[in-house]
């Protein structure tokens, strides 16, 4: 071993030490850093230097002022935004694929990418109960993913036209039309928006009380839409009638497109009855880095007719013969690290039932969370069908005081929202970590603040 190997060996041993410290604390740190510790951030504020710095010190620095100032999302008591945590099985292959730097493009550039993530491929469609020939590419994100599958699915109605996107582009080209639900997430609208679709054409759907579109007030579908539903809206956990739907839809000749960033994991558990019928679909968007519990940047596209994402994703020279389980030709990426195999090792880890038992846990202290706050004078705002709560106090500035408060005093987190026109709270439980002491804390507290303030 030559000297540039040991260093090598003792900055990754320290980076080792320095990450098992912050694990150690993830239970007692606060969730999210006071303003003496975002100060200290500008530490990091140096001018480029001209001579590289020992990489010590700059793990040093990251750790010492980067570290308090972490969003302990990795922690028990975070429970904002859907986020999750990161499962040990999973941030321990994240760390070996570190080593192995691989370029999961194909089987060429990483044999071992390609295999592992073709065996995730698989695994990820049966957890999920999805059309066992769907291809799936792993994208960054739910965005990403959502991005993918609209534009494969814009190419496929066009060509069933005789219309060839990929030579003519849209100009002169039959129109498109797309439905989405008015409660349709921020990034669908955004993956539309970047995708040529402009939002004033773009076709509302009208929802029930509980955010679900309501079948009765469905716009028009025919052969030329997108449709784009729902599994598990943000703020209520809800899930479109995919069973009323998704058969008209298809008898209609539209595509369909679920959004299932997160809540398409109730998917594997014994809730998996609120997804009825969503296998009916065309594509499908879900993420790894939410409720399944892996590191940021693990998302999937799935879509039924695997030759349509191949051909829309395509980045072979060769370029019509496309082979359809590179990962290049399955997602936006071409070098990517491979993101699949943290996703695998965690399904393996877990296994069905493992899977199945945190999404069940994480949806019994949701209910075990609404029930304390109505209990201590809240309103509860949705059903509780997932691991979503929506919270409100009786009026909007104790609404909005009573977060702030509870934000502040770094014991728990969660975010703002704004439901039917008035400020709510919600409420996300989706960490391995939390337990139900954690939940009966959040609990008292919330109780403690709505007397106090
Ligand atoms: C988080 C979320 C998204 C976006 O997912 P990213 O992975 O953050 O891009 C889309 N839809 C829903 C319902 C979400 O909760």
């Not at 303003?35 to 620095?61: Q, S, V």
């Not at 994240?94 to 990418?113: G, H, I, K, T, Y």
């Amino acid at each position: 071993m030559n000297n540039e190997n040991m260093d090598e060996l003792t900055l990754l041993e320290e980076a080792n030490q320095r990450a098992r410290r912050y694990l150690e604390s993830v239970d007692e740190r606060r969730v999210f850093p006071d303003a003496a510790t975002l100060a200290n951030l500008e530490a990091f504020d140096e001018p480029l230097p001209d001579l590289g710095r020992p990489p010590l010190d700059g793990l040093r620095l990251l750790d010492e002022r980067g570290s308090p100032a972490t969003a302990v999302s990795n922690g028990p008591r975070y429970f904002g935004f859907v986020v999750g945590a990161t499962l040990p099985a999973a941030a321990a292959a994240e760390r070996l694929m570190l080593a192995w730097d691989q370029c999961a493009s194909s089987f060429d550039n990483s044999p071992v990418s390609a295999t592992v993530e073709r065996i995730a491929a698989r695994w990820v469609v049966e957890a999920l109960d999805l059309p066992r020939e769907s291809a799936v590419g792993f994208g960054t994100s739910a965005t990403a993913c959502t991005l993918v599958a609209i534009a494969a699915a814009r190419r496929t109605l066009l060509s069933r036209k005789g219309w060839d996107f990929d030579a003519d582009g849209l100009i002169g080209a039959p129109e498109v039309k797309v439905v989405i639900s008015e409660m349709a997430h921020i990034t669908v609208k955004k993956a539309l928006r970047v995708l040529g679709f402009g939002m004033k054409r773009v076709v509302v759907a009208p929802v029930d009380g509980h955010g679900r579109i309501d079948p009765d007030r469905m716009p028009p579908l025919d052969d030329m839409t997108i449709f784009c539903m729902q599994a598990g809206e943000v703020n209520t956990g809800e899930f479109d009638p995919f069973a009323a739907l998704i058969p008209r839809a298809r008898a209609a000749g539209a595509w369909v497109h679920v959004d299932g960033a997160f809540g398409l994991w109730a998917r594997a558990s014994s809730k998996g009855f609120l997804t009825e019928g969503v296998d009916g679909a065309d594509s499908w968007t879900t993420d790894g880095h939410k409720w399944l519990n892996t590191p940021y940047d693990g998302a999937m596209v799935i879509c039924r007719d695997a030759a349509a994402l191949a051909s829309a994703m395509n980045s072979d020279a060769a370029y019509l013969s496309g082979a359809q389980d590179a990962q290049k030709n399955l997602n936006l990426e071409f070098s990517r690290r491979p993101r699949g195999i943290p996703i695998w090792a965690a399904l393996r880890a877990l296994g069905r039932s493992g899977v199945a038992s945190m999404i069940e846990r994480h949806c019994a202290q949701a209910s075990r969370i609404a029930e304390g706050l109505r209990d201590a004078g809240y309103d509860v705002l949705n059903r509780v069908v997932i691991n979503q709560v929506l919270v409100r106090a009786a009026t909007d500035e104790h609404t909005v005081a009573i977060r702030q408060a509870a934000q502040a005093s770094g014991e728990v987190w969660f975010g703002p929202t704004v439901w039917q026109s008035r400020p709510a709270f919600r409420i996300s439980v989706s960490s391995w970590r939390t337990t139900d002491e954690h939940v009966d804390r959040l609990v008292d507290q919330l109780a403690e603040l709505r007397t106090r303030l």
